[in-house]
């Protein structure tokens, strides 16, 4: 399993790595449409469709994705999209972790296949659009993610039930405490004052998503950071307590050893449009 592990990480790094740092966006933005179609059809298959139905499904996300690019909204301000985006993740993902793994049974299908398309085809937009805006912007993004997940792990492992006694979700992700939760936001916090430091000491030729929130003070820079780091659990949480409903440990095995694509990205979906959403707000 560790070996699985290992070469599909490698695999997978030696993909993304020269996309990501390529001289144009293009090759990353391309990547990223076939990552969000292929967990299109995860999310068919999640949610009692077919083998047709959810490969249709992953045709749609590339249709939908590739109207999008050719539009030019990649490169577009978009503010009242990310805000509808933004609020539309954080009442909907309160909603569902309120309704617990017993409530997804009770939304029409047709709502979920339809909110779960919407929500990739989002991300994809909010990571074309971060990657327009720069390396630099869209790493400090994926980072927050990664450290939050991180931090989480390693103060779960040591804290976790200690001062809390309860866990975050149990009936979810029975693995989760709050003092993981917490612990993610601490490293995040610590990463972030990092990262801004480095980049007052070395300035970058596009400014990260730390950077631009510390534009509009500290009241923003801790709350927004916060928010996303929140959000990045809750994402993680909505994809857990879809997969506990249909009864599988993993969104596919596309990835030996990682699970699906859905289970790689799960935290990103709220994360990206949220950050392009307070970016916006600072700028206008």
């Known amino acids: 399993m ?9 695999v997978l790094l030696a993909i993304v790595l020269p996309a990501l740092f390529y001289r144009t966006p293009e090759p990353f933005i391309a990547l990223a449409l076939v990552l969000m179609a292929a967990g299109a059809w995860e999310w068919g298959r999640l949610n009692g469709l077919g083998s047709g139905a959810s490969l249709g499904l992953g045709l749609v996300c590339v249709a939908l ?17 990310w805000l509808a985006g933004g609020a539309a993740w954080v009442l909907g993902a309160c909603a569902l972790l309120r309704a617990g793994v017993a409530g997804w049974p009770r939304v029409p299908r047709g709502l ?52 809390t006694r309860r866990k975050l979700a149990p009936a979810i992700s029975p693995g989760k405490s709050w003092e993981g939760a917490w612990g993610g936001m601490l490293g995040v916090l610590v990463l972030a004052a990092v990262w801004i430091a480095a980049e007052r000491a070395w300035p970058p030729e596009v400014p990260s998503l730390y950077t631009r929130l ?55 979906l709220p994360t990206l449009p949220l950050a392009l959403m307070l970016c916006q707000w600072i700028a206008a």
């Not at 560790?2 to 490698?10: D, P, S």
């Not at 690019?69 to 490169?75: D, E, H, M, N, V």
């Not at 927004?224 to 506990?244: I, N, P």
């Open 2 to 10: 560790l070996k699985q592990r290992v070469i599909t990480a490698l």
């Open 65 to 81: 994705c590739a109207w999008a690019w050719r539009a030019g909204l990649p490169a577009r301000a978009l503010p009242l999209l």
């Open 112 to 163: 979920r296949i339809g909110a779960g398309l919407a929500a990739l085809w989002l991300a994809w937009l909010a990571v074309a659009q971060a990657r327009v805006l720069g390396v630099n912007f869209l790493l400090s993004v994926l980072a927050l993610v990664w450290a939050a997940d991180i931090f989480a792990y390693f103060a779960g492992r040591a804290f976790g039930l200690r001062f």
């Open 214 to 268: 510390a534009h509009g003070g500290w009241w923003l820079l801790l709350p927004g950071v916060l928010l996303m780091v929140a959000m990045s659990v809750a994402g993680d949480l909505v994809e857990s307590l879809v997969k506990r409903s249909a009864g599988v440990k993993d969104s596919s095995a596309l990835l030996p050893g990682h699970g699906g694509v859905l289970d790689r990205v799960d935290a990103l």
